[in-house]
Each structure stands twice: as C-alpha cells, then as structure tokens.
C-alpha cells in the first residue's frame, strides 16, 4: 500500500494548479499576475487533501470540483462579471480533466505502485528534486516553442487598420507587436491599441456610450485607457495582399499615429 506523505501532496498540487492557472489565462486570453497564479495555486493544492477521504463518488467528486474550478479561477482571476468568471471556471475545470485524463491513461498503460487516484486527486511518489526538474523542463519547452511561434508570427509586414464605428471609417497603419498582450477583462477580447488622436480625444469624465476604462500597463507607467467594440475591424497585410476581419476591441492612447496589434490576431 502506497504511504501519502502530505508535503509532497501539497507541493505536487501546487505546481499542476500553477500551470493549470497559465493554461487557463492561454485559453481565454486573461491577464494573470503572478502572485495571484502562486497564491491560488497554493489555495487549490489544499483540495488535494480529498485524498485522504474514503471514495465520495463521481456525483459529489463532479460538483466539489466545479466549486473548486470557480473558487481558485476567481482567487487568480478576479471578479470582472459572472461571464468572464464562469469562462475562465469552465477553461480551467477542462485543463484538470484533461490531466486527470492524461494520468489515467498513464497509470493504465504503466502501472505502478507509486501513483494514487482518488477522488480526482492524483499522488505520485517522488523526490521533490525530481518533481521541480521535470516541471522546469516542461516550462523550459513550453517557453522555446511559444519564442518560435511568436517570432514566426510576428515578421516584418506591411499592415493597414480600417476600424469602422458609429457610420464613421478610420484607417491607420498597423504595427504587429507580440507585447501587445492588451485584453479586456470582461471578455477576453484583444486590445488594439491606437493613437488616440485619430479617434478625437475621450474625455473619461463622461464616457460616450459603449466606451469604458480598463487597466492598462507600459514599461515606463500604469494606468487606465478608454477601449470599445467598433463595428468592424480589417487588418490589410499588404505584403502578403490579403484582408483579415478581426475580433478585437480598440484602446486609444498614445500619439504614434499607428494601430498596434498582436499578430496572433491574424492566425
């Protein structure tokens, strides 16, 4: 019979939530500060301790771990509506099954004695030496592939904006910028940040209809833009001749003159 050594437990669960949690925040496209990824994941390893229990079953088990997906997604995420938190709940209860269903498989195919499954917990007997390098190596690749993906992405073209809003059309050339990684809180929309000058100055003291604040960080200051959902959005990527309609939403700031976007955007 396997022994259940409560510090390894913990400490395994912690490291799945976190990477969890970063799978979650790709998924949806939401802004996680580390901190709060760390705290929740330490917050969520404590569910682990269900193990512990005789079995509860596959009833309670499925409602405790919805419970447990919103919880730990709003201790992350924060609380921006019912709708981002539920998206963000079910992005992250769908990681865990797909673990869950990855270790299964493992244990079906190499049986061992040193991992236990219960009641959706998963313990694996190892060093924590063993269990920090695996997961250094997997965040390792996981960091290489997405460098390739984003420089493949980016490229040097050529890009036209054509934003159409309120029976208006506005045109500005495109920057393709992988740091651009603006999006709204509420909806997970990506962020095209434009010059606010082409768009007429928002005075943030009274919003127009359909605009809003959102937080906003630069390498050089903090703060807030205003951001709405236009009409229609068209990157032109004139080097490849092609014209893309875009889900996005546009923030004004700055004074380039231009529209950055992340490429990912045309994928």
């Known amino acids: ?11 395994l669960n912690i490291y799945v939530n976190y990477f969890l949690l970063c799978m979650t925040a790709r998924l949806t496209h939401s802004p996680l500060k580390t901190f709060r990824c760390a705290a929740a994941a330490v917050y969520g390893s404590l569910f682990s301790l269900l193990i512990l229990l005789p079995p509860l079953g596959t009833l309670l088990n499925t409602v405790i771990k919805l419970l447990s997906a919103v919880s730990i997604t709003a201790a992350a995420f924060g609380f921006y509506g019912w709708y981002r938190l539920m998206m963000n ?8 099954l797909m673990l ?14 040193m991992m236990l499954v219960e009641n959706s917990s998963v313990y694996i007997d190892f060093s924590l030496a063993a ?33 159409r809003w309120n029976d208006r059309i506005f045109m500005l050339n ?12 509420f909806t997970g929309v990506p962020v095209i ?13 009274a919003l127009p209809k359909g605009v809003r604040l959102i937080p906003c ?9 205003p951001v709405f959902r236009p009409d229609e959005i068209i990157i032109d990527d004139i080097s490849k ?10 923030g004004l700031a700055g004074s380039s003159g231009k529209a950055i976007f992340n490429p990912r955007l045309l994928s």
């Open 1 to 11: 019979m396997i022994t259940i050594y409560i510090d390894v437990l913990l400490v």
């Open 89 to 96: 709940s079910a992005a992250f209860f769908v990681s865990n």
């Open 100 to 113: 869950a269903g990855a270790v299964y498989a493992l244990d079906a195919h190499f049986p061992s004695d």
């Open 131 to 163: 269990l920090v390098v695996s997961t250094a190596a997997v965040y390792a690749a996981v960091r290489i592939m997405r460098t390739i993906a984003d420089k493949a992405a980016d490229g040097c073209g050529l890009y036209s904006i054509t934003v």
């Open 174 to 185: 495109g920057i393709a910028d992988t740091g651009n990684t603006l999006v709204d809180l």
């Open 193 to 205: 940040v434009c010059d606010d000058s082409v768009f007429g100055k928002v005075d943030i003291s």
């Open 217 to 225: 960080s630069t390498i050089s200051k903090n703060g807030v833009i």
């Open 241 to 250: 001749g092609r014209k893309v309609p875009v889900n996005a939403m546009i």
